[in-house]
């Protein structure tokens, strides 16, 4: 079975600060990776997604995130934050072998100071 | 495209009781996922509907049901309802289009049990 682990349940940063969240997973096989979001008071919404192909992917709002293979990680980027960040982050991994099912990590709580 | 709707959005019921979720998913979706959203165990997934036939389950008790319609909506079902099935009940839909499935998310209903 697959489980995904996100190491920081709180981050507390700066408007302007750069933000990085990680994201590990364990599944031996082929993997869809996502990162979704939920701002307060809102319903969970995609950030951006992995497929196949360029290991760096785009998303909304400035994000990004870097899909390493070897390490089993999908981190979750953005260079400058703003207020309007502050949410949580949660990663997912679909192992598309294994049917539509999404298995999320803990999340991540971010709290953007202005 | 009108997203995934879920009524109602809130609901208050009380130990035994039985309760039924309904989602509507995103026009043209076919696949509809249900997930299970608390603080202490964060976002497990319950089932996914495709074409009128459960597809996938996750780790819960038989109380927890399902079902999909010809026109893919969804309804889902908890009986004997107990203090910690209390959560944010989210539906998700998609297209359903093999490998590369992306699952967008409805506001949830939280279902409060006294």
């Known amino acids: 079975a697959q489980s995904v682990s996100q190491h920081n349940h709180h981050v507390i940063l700066s408007e302007a600060a750069s933000l990085e969240l990680g994201c590990n997973y364990s599944?031996?096989?082929?993997?869809?990776l996502f990162w979704y979001v939920q701002y307060p008071g809102q319903h969970l919404q995609l950030l951006l997604k992995?497929?196949?192909?360029?290991?760096l992917v785009k998303g909304i709002k400035g994000f990004e995130a870097e899909f390493i293979k070897s390490k089993f990680s999908f981190n979750l980027r953005k260079p400058s934050v703003q207020w309007s960040d502050t949410a949580e982050y949660f990663c997912?991994?679909?192992?598309?072998?294994?049917?539509?099912?999404?298995?999320f990590g803990g999340g991540t709580r971010v709290l953007v100071k202005p | 495209k009108a997203g995934v709707t879920q009524t109602p959005r809130y609901l208050i019921k009380t130990r035994g009781q039985q309760v039924t979720l309904s989602c509507s998913p995103i026009?043209?979706?076919?696949?509809v996922s249900w997930y299970q959203q608390t603080p202490g165990q964060g976002l497990q997934f319950l089932f996914e509907?495709?074409?009128?036939?459960?597809?996938n389950k996750g780790n819960f008790p038989g109380r927890f049901s399902g079902r999909q319609f010809s026109n893919s909506r969804s309804e889902m079902n908890v009986s004997t309802l107990e203090l910690g099935d209390s959560a944010l009940y989210l539906c998700?839909?998609?297209?359903?289009?093999?490998?590369?499935?992306?699952?967008?998310f409805g506001p949830g209903t939280r279902l409060t049990v006294l």
């Open positions: 998700a839909s998609s297209y359903s289009e093999g490998l590369t499935d992306t699952q967008y």
């Open positions: 599944y031996g096989g082929t993997v869809n």
């Open positions: 992995y497929f196949s192909g360029d290991p």
């Open positions: 997912a991994v679909n192992a598309p072998a294994a049917g539509n099912k999404l298995t």
């Open positions: 026009s043209g979706h076919r696949s």
């Open positions: 509907y495709f074409s009128e036939t459960q597809r």
